[in-house]
């Protein structure tokens, strides 16, 4: 999955005034290795460089009031 891909999503949903987006919150769960490409592609994305650059389990971006977050796969979270 890709930063782009992302961003073609979420304008889908934005466009699509059937979609309630109030409180909308996305997860996407990701294999061990495409979770970390992606965030690193969001760091660089945002910041630039990876300079201290810290993987993270769990990752999240907002986007026009939708939250978007990445989990890795099979990582259970307590809420």
Sequence with gaps: MKYEKILETIAAILENDL?????????????????KQLDEEMCIQMLGHLNGFEHQEVFEIELSSVIVKFIKKDLVESE
Excluded: F, Q
């Design 19 to 35: 979609i309630v987006k109030d409180g909308l919150t996305l997860v996407y769960e990701l294999e061990e290795k495409e979770h």
